[in-house]
Every structure is written in C-alpha cells, then in structure tokens.
C-alpha cells in the first residue's frame, strides 16, 4: 500500500509540474488542466478550449495505476513521462507503455504488462 501512495503523489506531482510549464505561456482561451481519479487510479493532463474559433481538446498524458505499476496509455509529452520516473526511481519493471501493441512491448526495455 505504500508504494501505491509513493506512486499517486509521484504521478501527480509529475502532472501538476507539466502542466505548470505549459501554463507560463498560456494560449488565450485554452486551459491545460490536471485530472486525477485515485479511486480508480486514473491520472490525465488535457488541454481543452477555444482557439482562433477553433475547439481545442488534446490529451497530452494518460497514465494509470494497474497492478502496481504505472501504464503510459497515452504520452505526448517531449521526453516522455518514463523517462522521468526512470529519474524519479521507479523501476522500468513497473513502467509498462500500454501506448505500444502488447506483442512488441517485450522488446522495449520496460515491463511488457
């Protein structure tokens, strides 16, 4: 239980700094917001809005906590978000990168499921 607490406040203290950055310079009318659902352990970073009448809704990240491990669903970041658990001491054992199709996740160097 309490490496699933260390990894809620790791998630969503990663999550809040992303989009802090992308907020110092903010495109009128588009927010870039955190969602977290620790019931079910559900972590998003969205974009959403109005831009040049144009309607904006981007998930830049989803990451949810499944079986004690973090599975990157969806990751549009620069880095990407395993990089910075990597630095954040999680192991790549608990780092599955849902976003690739099952069978080729054995060939990443992260956990396959």
């Known amino acids: 239980?309490?490496?699933?607490?260390t990894y809620r406040k790791l998630i969503?203290?990663?999550l809040t700094e992303y989009a802090a950055l992308v907020n110092r310079h903010p495109t009128p009318g588009v927010e870039t917001l955190?969602?977290?659902d620790?019931?079910?352990d559900h972590y998003l970073l969205v974009t959403v809005g109005w831009e040049q009448n144009h309607r904006v809704r981007n998930t830049t990240l989803y990451v949810r906590l499944r079986d004690g491990?973090?599975?990157?669903e969806e990751d549009w970041t620069e880095d990407g978000i395993a990089m910075d658990l990597l630095r954040a001491g999680v192991p790549k054992d608990d780092i599955v990168l849902a976003f690739q199709p099952p069978e080729l996740r054995s060939l990443t160097e992260f956990a396959a499921a």
């Open 12 to 14: 969503q203290r990663l």
């Open 38 to 40: 620790e019931e079910r």
């Open 34 to 36: 955190c969602i977290f």
């Open 1 to 5: 239980m309490a490496k699933l607490m």
């Open 69 to 72: 491990k973090f599975w990157i």
